[in-house]
């Protein structure tokens, strides 16, 4: 008679151990499930910060977070990026180096590193971290760089190789076309400026960086015409104005002195700039 109630005793132990194994375990899983969310939110976190964020402010978040987890490599990669961003590379080199000295470094990091000397202005050290990654680490970004410096060097040779090669390795070239029309311009190949910077905007039509530079090349040719590009009444203006500071520049001051009457009226506001330039040039023409 004894069998059945200890038979039952020992299935309802086995029943209340199992709930409590269940339960146990169930908490585990919860804990582990919000330790997922924790880590996709501070995900998200950290993208946020390295693209809309202010910089100085992610500069700040990435600088608690690598001080309450000194180990992860992905932060301190966020602070870094975030101090160039925030226009502060002298900063981020010492991150940076850091970084690559770690185990957890990569050739981009490198990269990265020399992208902070070059903001720095310490072509030397940008060219000398470059020369240690190996060729095989071949990256739009590592051949922007490199052709940055063969400019500073005014190895041109060099330089149209790295810029052709940097083209190649992405679908967006316009800014790495303006950058190589600016190193034709810097040389005086004004013609092969021109198509860069004309190129360059066949890719990003509002660039004005490279709306102004395609002017000044033009200028340099006395091209006193603006380009057919597309362009609001302002950079109109603005771009008139660069043509008419090319054109005095190079002598042709009476075309230069109607290109800036027509920037000043082209502009829909007071246009400062010109009104002073264009005064100052008559000032000079009535005292000379």
């Not at 052709?147 to 330089?159: F, L, Q, R, T, V």
């Not at 590009?229 to 190079?250: D, V, W, Y």
Request: glycine share 6%; with cysteine.
């Amino acid at each position: 008679m004894r069998h059945p109630i200890f038979l039952s005793l020992c299935l309802g132990s086995a029943v209340a151990l199992s709930a409590c194994d269940k339960s146990k375990s169930g908490g585990e899983d919860v804990e582990r499930a919000m330790a997922d969310v924790n880590v996709i939110d501070e995900s998200n976190l950290n993208d946020i910060m390295l693209t809309v964020g202010d910089p100085n402010e992610a500069a700040a978040y990435f600088q608690r977070a690598v001080k309450g987890a000194p180990d992860r490599i992905d932060l301190k990669r966020g602070l870094a990026q975030s101090l160039v961003r925030a226009k502060r590379p002298a900063e981020a080199i010492p991150v940076w180096k850091a970084i690559v000295a770690s185990a957890e470094g990569t050739q981009t990091d490198s990269v990265s590193l020399a992208d902070a000397y070059i903001r720095a202005g310490d072509w030397d050290q940008a060219e000398a971290v470059l020369d240690k990654v190996p060729p095989t680490h071949e990256t739009y970004r590592r051949y922007r760089l490199e052709a940055m410096i063969a400019d500073s060097n005014e190895e041109w040779k060099k330089s149209d190789s790295y810029y052709e090669t940097a083209v190649g390795l992405t679908t967006q070239p316009g800014s790495v076309l303006n950058n190589w029309g600016y190193s034709k311009l810097t040389r005086a190949d004004f013609s092969g400026a021109e198509k860069l910077f004309a190129q360059a905007l066949d890719y990003d039509n509002k660039m004005f960086t490279a709306k102004n530079n395609l002017v000044l090349a033009r200028g340099a040719q006395r091209k006193y015409d603006l380009p057919v590009i597309p362009m609001t009444q302002i950079e109109r203006a603005q771009l008139l104005h660069t043509l008419a500071l090319s054109a005095i520049k190079q002598g042709d001051v009476a075309t230069g002195k109607g290109l800036l009457q027509e920037a000043i009226d082209t502009h829909p506001q007071h246009f400062e700039a010109a009104t002073r330039a264009l005064e100052a040039l008559e000032n000079n023409v009535s005292n000379g």
